[in-house]
C-alpha cells in the first residue's frame, strides 16, 4: 500500500506546475485526498482536498484561485494543478488520502505520500 506524490521540480515565478498523487495496493475511489505542504521551520498546512465523489473540492485562501484538485479514479490518481505560483508556494509538497473526509487536520489521513519539492524561483 503506497501513496506517491509526483510532479515537482523548479518552475519561474507565474509559472504553472502540475502535482500528482497516484495510489498502488489500494484504490483511490474510497478516499478523500489531500493535499499538504511544507517549509523548513515552519508547520505543514493543508491547501486543498477532495471528496470521496469528487463533488466537492475545498482550498486554502493562500492558494484559491490558482490551483485546481481534480481526480481521475479509472487512473487512480488525484492531480493538483497549480498556476500562477509565487515564490512563497516553495515548498515539499505532500498528498494524503482519508477514508472518511476532507479536513485540514492531518490525523484524519490514513497513507501518506512521500513528498515532492517545488522551488518558485525569478
Known amino acids: 500500500v503506497q501513496l506517491q506524490a509526483s510532479g515537482g521540480g523548479l518552475v519561474q515565478t507565474g509559472g504553472s506546475l502540475r502535482l500528482s498523487c497516484s495510489a498502488s495496493?489500494?484504490?483511490?475511489?474510497?478516499?478523500?485526498v489531500g493535499w499538504f505542504r511544507q517549509t523548513p521551520g515552519k508547520e505543514r498546512e493543508g491547501i486543498s482536498c477532495i471528496s470521496i465523489s469528487g463533488t466537492d473540492t475545498y482550498y486554502d485562501d493562500s492558494v484559491k484561485g490558482r490551483f485546481t484538485i481534480s481526480r481521475d479514479n479509472l487512473k487512480n490518481t488525484v492531480t493538483l494543478q497549480m498556476a500562477s505560483l509565487k515564490d512563497e508556494d516553495t515548498a515539499i509538497y505532500y498528498c494524503?488520502?482519508?477514508?472518511?473526509?476532507?479536513?485540514?487536520?492531518?490525523?484524519?489521513?490514513?497513507?501518506w505520500g512521500q513528498g515532492t519539492l517545488v522551488t518558485v524561483s525569478s
Open positions: 494524503a488520502a482519508s477514508p472518511k473526509r476532507c479536513s485540514w487536520y492531518g490525523g484524519v489521513y490514513d497513507h
Open positions: 495496493g489500494f484504490t483511490l475511489d474510497s478516499y478523500a
